[in-house]
């Protein structure tokens, strides 16, 4: 019952036409719902568990568990220091900025790197042309502060892809057989056989003026797509093998009571009004907005919708949706 609750949810708060939800509980049974139509309401299939969305940044958790698998197996390690990337670099000078930059606190969004991913009138430098990385803004962080970034992700993209001496994409594929959960990578805004995006709540795009974003070069942060089911599944895998231990805990450095706020290697953590303790993450693309919750018996709670939810950025809705979840027992 619960679920259908946050369906509902879904349609009317969050205004997703079309969405998924994907539950797997502590025995590792799934349970789904689905609503709406894949395209054109009543001319068009209707969405089913296998329909596919795009992840926008639940993408980012599944970068940070291959950074973590292979920092297990010694191919990387938490002190990578970034600049590393960057072919010929003699100058210490040139890289003063960049000192502090490891694969480390990128992952925790907390080296303070700032640059554009998803702008569509500068193309991507990154992961194409490393030594741009020196013309970037690094903030000064204070011990426990994070500042969110899509192009730090890139980086440990590019990091991964130096590692395993293959491309990010076909790495990720290979270590997590992504396929074997209909899990893929998006290359367009909208492609055949997709949900399609519902841009009512975008600021600028609309159907006759489309995202014209590097889909190749978001791939680590933004790139893949897929179901509800396929994405809860794979994850409750990853908590089971190689990301144990890899849950955001309680830090008296960051506030926990906030979304967003609190962030470990993979989610952040937050403390419903009711005292539920969730690790999360929350995604958007434009047209599409997903949110991955994981509480303390390590269920997981999947949902996808075909929206961009309205206040995406100030995360009042996403927050009441947490906390619903908080109330009704996940």
Known sequence: MWQKEMMNFGVWTL?????????????????????????????????SDDSLFQYGSLT??????????????????????????????????????????????????????SG??????????????????LNQKVW???????????????????????ATGAHYRTA?????????????FVDAPHSEGWVHPDYTYHDFYRDDILPSFDYYAA???????GSAKGYARLMHALLGSSLEGSLTEKSELCDYHKIRNCYGKLFYLY???????????GGHMPG??????INESREVFVWLGNTDTPNASSGINTTRFIDLLGERGF
Request: glycine residues 10%; hydrophobic residues 35%.
């Open 288 to 293: 599409y907005s997903s949110v991955l919750v």
């Open 60 to 113: 980012k958790p599944v970068t940070s568990a291959l950074a973590i698998r292979l920092i297990d197996q010694g191919v990387l390690d938490y002190d990578y220091r970034i600049t590393e990337l960057i072919e010929g670099l003699e100058s210490h000078d040139e890289a003063k900025n960049y000192e502090s930059v490891t694969l480390g606190n990128l992952m925790t969004h907390s080296a303070g790197v």
């Open 15 to 47: 205004r997703a036409p079309a969405s998924q939800s994907a539950f797997i509980d502590a025995e590792g049974q799934v349970h789904h719902c689905e609503a709406g139509w894949e395209d054109d309401v009543f001319f068009s299939p209707l969405v």
């Open 172 to 184: 990720v594929e290979e270590a997590f057989s992504l396929g074997s959960y209909g899990i893929g």
């Open 116 to 133: 554009y991913m998803f702008s569509g009138k500068k193309p991507s430098w990154c992961p194409y042309s490393m030594s741009q990385m």
């Open 140 to 162: 000064e962080m204070p011990e426990g502060a994070h500042r969110y970034s899509n192009l730090g992700y890139c980086l440990i993209g590019a990091a991964i892809s130096r």
């Open 271 to 281: 403390e419903t009004p009711s005292g539920e303790l969730f690790n999360a993450k």
């Open 219 to 225: 791939s680590a942060t933004a790139g893949m797509g």
